[in-house]
């Protein structure tokens, strides 16, 4: 008998939420890595910033979940890119979870957030995202994880998002254009580098309100969607339960 999914509360913008990214709830991921090959380098933190909105459409900032991650068994752990980060994979005060604890943990903080804004699955948002998205696939691969909330190949980049609001591609100088905080001593932590992200992918897509009820507005007038649940794609599953 399976496991009924745990009841959520609606949060109050669920379905300003669920229009706006057509049924995906944006969750912004960071990752750590011993390295740049996703099938071979250890994944050594991930964080995710749940993306929130307030009942007049602005997009805010909201929880942050972030885990210290075990090197997998056979995992590379390239030594220039633990003096990038700053990591030691085997300190013994380092509170590091195996990959399928840490991920079965952020995951279930994600289903709750994809449930109470009435969204059918998450999508990953990120800088430069597709190579943290390249080691939240690998990551549930190895652990044969199957309630993944993610969409597995589609995701937001606020590299390109900031390359066309603001011409900078450089996370730091991105926020600094923007006039948001960078402290480039708190630089290559999952947790910090997804939180700045998460203010990048809030301002641009604020300032794209006008934009997006326009163009919600003419898909009405094609007779594309008339409800936030028609907005979701129709050969898109529902959220693994």
Not at 54 to 74: E, I, N, W
Not at 207 to 213: G, I, P, V, Y
Request: aromatic share 6%; charged share 20%.
């Amino acid at each position: 008998m399976s496991e009924l999914p745990e009841a959520v509360p609606s949060a109050p913008a669920a379905p300003l939420m669920a229009r706006r990214f057509r049924g995906y709830l944006p969750v912004v991921i960071d990752v750590e890595s011993g390295g740049f090959h996703a099938a071979t380098d250890a994944l050594l933190e991930i964080a995710a910033v749940l993306i929130d909105m307030d009942t007049d459409g602005v997009l805010k900032r909201g929880a942050t979940h972030t885990y210290h991650v075990q090197p997998f068994a056979g995992a590379r752990l390239d030594p220039a890119a633990l003096a990038v980060t700053g990591i030691d994979p085997h300190h013994p005060l380092r509170p590091a979870l195996p990959e399928r604890e840490a991920l079965q943990r952020l995951f279930r903080e994600v289903r709750h957030a994809v449930r109470a804004y009435g969204c059918r699955r998450a999508i990953l948002a990120g800088h430069n995202a597709a190579f943290d998205l390249g080691f939240l696939n690998a990551a549930v691969g190895r652990a044969d994880l199957k309630r993944n909330p993610f969409h597995p190949f589609s995701c937001f980049d606020t590299a390109t998002l900031a390359g066309a609001a603001l011409g900078q591609t450089v996370l730091a100088k991105a926020l600094a254009v923007a006039g948001l905080e960078w402290d480039a001593g708190s630089a290559h932590s999952a947790r910090y580098d997804a939180e700045r992200s998460a203010e990048i992918f809030c301002l641009v897509c604020n300032r794209l309100r006008d934009s997006h009820e326009a163009a919600e507005q003419r898909a009405r007038e094609l007779g594309w969607c008339s409800t936030a649940a028609e907005t979701v794609a129709e050969d898109e599953p529902p959220l693994p339960g």
